[in-house]
């Protein structure tokens, strides 16, 4: 290790950071549009995810320019980020939601969504789900398996409803992304097999509390590569023909979500360059005219947002230097759970204490699989902040109390103005719903 009074470490690697133009450094401070993001983490403490209002709406923009002409429904997958004020940007921005709980349905509705652009996914989907989803008339179910079918068909009965039904094919297309996030091969727990998805349809063209209205595949997520969509979609047409063969009309298609973003010098295509080839595909086989909807999560918010943590010790070691911050895998859970790169990139210039080395950056939690970045090289010194990039998606959405540790505050910044949309959690936060044993 050395120290000295360098400012960034590397500026060529800096400016190329993944959710430019509104991640960026003036100077040496790193904004979130016209933002300092010192002088949030100073305002507002640490952890804290500070998200890019421009950035979720530039990223919007690329779809809906991508289906200017069409008729078509963008339903973000809130999965990726469910915090209500991200929500209410895409409500007010005329989205449609993604949802796959109960929880996830009364946080759009409480954001401001409407209950007619909803598509509920997920394997396991309750009674008492259903109940709520159709008492406020969603859009439609994307139902995973026969038994699914019978069961919604018995609930919307008894309301004396018909629920609008989709049915999510596996198309058995390698998406060549991580495993835990692959979701359309034949080994997967989601969707039906291609094989047998004509016979269920024709099943649930006999349930008398269902209305067959589409068809809906979703093959994985962090997707960068353009060929797995082309693919999946060749599938599914095949089984539009078959199915609207036998008679049963289908007015939408859904073709999930999955488009990747720049973590690492990914290359992910833009989504409004992949859906012209995948459109051209579509009209090509005749389906050009029907109602398209996605369900995009991760290429609408991952690089919007960004985690500022404070660096709390610097620890050298003979195999590895550590550096310690306050932010931990119960704040940012991807490194621990799928291995993933977050850039990691300092907020100010150094001071002279700092210190150059390559550390592994870990957090406070007891776990040695509590690191956020392996091998990086950074000038810091304690009380430093860093910002982890690239923390729109699955962070806050996927993080815990584990070590009764707080969720971070967040917030939104528009321009110059700064809302917070979630207070820092506190201990009381975490304990109001449990209660001493009394004698
Ligand atoms: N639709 C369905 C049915 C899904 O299962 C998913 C994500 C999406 C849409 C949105 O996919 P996206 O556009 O965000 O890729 N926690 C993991 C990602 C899990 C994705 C699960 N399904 C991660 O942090 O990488």
């Known amino acids: 290790m050395s120290t000295g ?37 100073g305002q507002y403490g640490t952890p804290l995810f500070v998200y ?27 999965k990726a980020n469910s915090s209500l004020g991200v929500l209410q940007v895409f409500a007010k921005a005329g989205c449609g939601f993604d949802i796959v709980s109960g929880g996830e349905l009364e946080r759009v ?10 598509i509920f996914s997920g394997v396991g989907k309750t009674r008492a789900e259903m109940r709520q989803a159709l008492s406020v008339g969603i859009g439609c179910f994307n139902v995973e398996s026969a038994s699914e079918l019978d069961v919604l068909s018995d609930v919307a009965s008894q309301m004396g409803l018909k629920a609008p039904v989709s049915i999510r094919v596996n198309p058995n297309v390698d998406p060549k992304t991580h495993p835990y996030i692959s979701t359309g091969l ?30 809906d595949c979703h093959i994985g997520s962090q997707i960068t590569d353009t060929t797995p969509y082309l693919d999946a979609m060749d599938r599914v047409l095949e089984l539009v023909a078959a199915i609207e063969g036998v008679g049963i009309t289908l007015e939408h298609i859904d073709f999930g979500g999955g488009l990747g973003i720049n973590y690492n010098h990914d290359t992910p295509p833009e989504a409004d360059a992949l859906w ?45 230097n550590f550096c310690i911050v306050d932010a931990a895998m119960n704040d940012l859970p991807r490194p621990a759970m799928y291995q993933a790169f977050h850039a990691i990139v300092p907020i100010a210039a150094a001071g002279p204490d700092a210190v150059a080395a390559t550390f ?19 000038l ?20 815990s109390n584990y070590n009764t540790r707080g969720r971070a505050a967040e917030l939104l910044v528009d321009g110059s103005t700064v809302h917070l949309i979630r207070e820092r959690e506190s201990a009381q936060d975490q304990m109001r719903h449990e209660r001493l044993v009394t004698d």
Request: net charge positive; charged share 20%; aromatic share 6%.
């Open 52 to 78: 890019s209002k421009a950035a979720m709406l530039a990223a919007l923009g690329a779809y809906q320019r991508g289906f200017a002409g069409r008729q078509a429904q963008i339903c973000y997958a809130m």
């Open 380 to 399: 810091v010194a304690p009380g430093d902040h860093l910002a982890v990039l690239s923390a729109g998606a699955y962070c806050m959405s996927m993080a």
């Open 109 to 118: 509705l409480a954001a401001g969504g409407d209950a007619q652009k909803i």
């Open 186 to 215: 034949k080994g997967n727990k989601f969707g039906v097999a291609h094989e047998d998805a004509l016979r269920i349809y024709q099943h649930a063209a006999k349930l008398k509390g269902l209305k067959v209205v589409g068809i």
């Open 276 to 320: 012209q080839l995948l459109l051209a595909k579509l009209d090509a086989r005749g389906y050009g005219h029907k109602k398209l909807m996605i369900e995009p999560g991760r290429s609408l918010v991952g690089n919007a947002g960004v985690c500022l943590t404070e660096v709390l010790y610097v620890k050298p070691g003979e195999q590895k």
């Open 5 to 41: 009074s360098h400012a960034l470490a590397d500026r060529d690697e800096l400016a190329q950071l993944p959710g430019q133009p509104f991640v960026a450094y003036r100077g040496d401070a790193l904004h979130v549009e016209d933002v300092a993001l010192k002088a949030l983490a």
């Open 360 to 378: 592994d950056v870990v957090g406070p939690i007891c776990e040695s699989g509590d690191w956020l970045g392996r091998d990086r090289p950074l």
